[in-house]
């Protein structure tokens, strides 16, 4: 294997992958047994898995850089072909699923497999193909708003991201400018983010429609494989949260408050932990990938060969550029067998959140790609995947001296602080897109109205003081997964709590967690989500009590903690 900037970029030949598709079908279809039809198959897999590598180097590359014409055109060239690619590939899904031999498929990959190709035949429909193209040109229209925001702050010019790291400064006046600069952008596209958004509400409803859904809700939870629960379960999660999260947050809240020295916690004082200011990782990019090269060695034998392929094939980008994709994220080039990272490092805590983060999806990609049988398998639900990574920022705790020093134990309670406290906000990000589209034809203010309701009664220690447009409900509009990811968001809320219950076990014996925590990655998704939360010894958080078992630990360490 060559290192990421070496890989050879070329654009796939849809012909031959079309001509592929049909072959394949015909010989499912004609099979005189199970291993010719497995072997067809299998073999078809291996064939797609090197376009979908294309996919993702084209993908990556483009998000490195915003303003590469080529890449972009190869992007509007698989945005223009893969919804009828996907299509076409339904002959091969259906030939499996109604091939005599099904039951041999469902011996060697599964059954939670075969369900996932009986959606993929649902939701695959030439009906929809105008509105895929459609959905798909708004979202890379929505990201051009938002990317081309900047402003001038303190002499420098800041996009979102930049701004961030002014929104954490311990002088109470720099912060304030800094959140009311970054307000202030989002309400000066708020008109055409408004606007993109309603066009996507009213796009993804007639695709539900058209393809015989009661409403897009149902057709989402099919699309993010939610087999085993339904939004009536996720509705009684949200009032969990709020009645017994909730409250704990906005203890935690007024204990900053006090240590911050102000009358009131005002919404640009929440991100400042420290009243000196929150902990910083040290050191360069290059510095910083060689602590985390250390402490994945030390961690386990697994993460530290991880650890050494990414550095080996340089599978990262991780410094801020301009024209560089916001956010961070983790990918994955099926044909190499190998993960890539990307992020946008701004000088703050988050650098280490997210390659923590990243490296949890990135390892748990790793690790199952030896032993799944299938490519397909190596991913599973966002819930199951969002544990890999948010269990990876806990386990590393004991290592956080190596980015922060002597900052590493204020560092570790700012952290667990976040990842608690953020909860109730997911649950907002969810229930606002139940109500959006439970009522599509909601006017932009409504949906503001409808944010802020929720936002009050599951944050209710948030204070948007001199702010008129988060006061009204604004504040949904800085949520790209609203945007590009509909309803993926609980998933993380749900990941949280799983973390938790890992991390609960970890600190009193760490080996036996760390095993758990293996099996979760080497199920890759081969199995459904209640059935793979108990090859982990997890609860499912549907069970009466299950919310409060994992949260209470957890909720009493920080607040004896209170540094
Ligand atoms: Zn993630």
Not at 439 to 442: L, R
Not at 459 to 462: F, K, L, T, Y
């Given at each position: 294997m060559q290192k990421f900037s070496a890989i050879e970029y070329h654009r796939p030949d849809l012909a031959q992958i079309h001509a592929l598709i049909d072959q394949t079908a015909q010989i499912l279809r004609t099979a005189p047994d199970a291993e010719h039809a497995l072997a067809a198959f299998t073999d078809y897999r291996t064939q797609s898995a090197a376009f979908e590598t294309m996919y993702s180097v084209a993908h990556i590359r483009s998000t490195m850089d915003t303003t590469d014409p080529f890449y972009e055109a190869e992007m509007n060239f698989f945005h223009e072909n893969l919804p009828a690619l996907s299509v076409r590939e339904k002959t091969v899904t259906q030939a499996v699923l109604t091939s005599p031999f099904r039951d041999a498929f469902a011996q060697h990959f599964g059954t939670p497999w075969l369900r996932r190709l009986e959606s993929a035949q649902r939701l695959a429909d030439e009906a929809i193909i105008p509105e895929q193209i459609e959905q798909a040109k708004l979202e890379q229209a929505y990201a051009k708003t938002v990317a081309g925001c900047s402003v001038s702050f303190r002499g420098e010019t800041c996009n979102f991201y930049a701004l961030l790291r002014h929104m954490q400064n311990p002088d109470r006046s720099i912060r304030r400018a800094a959140f009311t600069a970054w307000s202030e952008l989002y309400r000066s596209v708020s008109d055409t983010l408004d606007e993109q958004y309603s066009a996507l509400v009213q796009l993804r409803c007639r695709m539900a429609q058209k393809l015989g859904y009661p409403s897009y809700i149902e057709m989402a939870y099919e699309m993010h494989g939610r087999y085993d629960y339904s939004p009536a379960n996720i509705a009684a999660f949200r009032d969990e949260v709020r009645r017994v999260i909730t409250p704990v947050c906005t203890e935690l809240f007024e204990q900053q408050r006090r240590r911050l020295h102000v009358d009131r916690l005002h919404w640009y004082d929440e991100?400042?932990?420290f009243p000196q200011g929150n902990p910083v990782p040290r050191g360069t990019v290059a510095q910083l990938l060689d602590a985390a090269q250390k402490m994945y060695r030390a961690l386990s034998v697994q993460t530290g060969e991880f650890f050494d392929f990414m550095k080996q094939y340089e599978l990262f980008d991780l410094p801020s550029r301009p024209g560089k994709h916001m956010g961070g994220y983790c990918s994955y080039l099926p044909s190499l067998n190998a993960p890539f990272i990307f992020s946008n490092f701004n000088g703050t805590s988050a650098d280490v959140d997210v390659l923590t983060h990243e490296a949890g999806h990135a390892f748990a990609s790793f690790t199952a790609a030896k032993f799944?049988?299938?490519?397909?398998?190596i991913w599973s639900t966002n819930e199951i995947n969002e544990i890999h990574s948010m269990t990876m920022e806990l386990f590393t705790y004991p290592w956080m001296d190596l980015f922060f020093g002597e900052q590493a134990e204020q560092y570790c309670y700012a952290h667990l602080c976040q990842c608690l406290c953020v909860i109730p906000y997911l649950c907002c990000v969810d229930e606002f897109q139940h109500k959006v589209f439970e009522?599509?034809?909601?006017t932009p203010a409504q949906r503001r109205a409808a944010w802020r309701q929720s936002e009050q009664s599951l944050?209710?220690?948030?204070d948007y003081e001199g702010s008129d447009f988060l006061q009204s409900g604004g504040f949904w509009m800085q949520k790209q997964h609203i945007f590009l990811y509909p309803f993926y968001y609980i998933d993380y809320a749900l990941a949280q709590l799983c973390a938790f219950s890992l991390f609960d076990a970890y600190q009193t014996d760490r080996q036996a967690a760390w095993q758990r925590y293996l099996a979760l990655c080497r199920a890759g998704g081969t199995m459904g989500y209640f059935q793979t939360l108990q090859s982990a010894g997890l609860t499912p958080l549907f069970q009466p009590g299950a919310i409060e078992a994992a949260v209470i630990p957890i909720a009493r360490q920080l607040l004896r903690a209170n540094l």
């Open positions: 991100a400042l932990v799944v049988p299938l490519s397909d398998l009522n599509p034809a909601m944050m209710p220690w948030r």
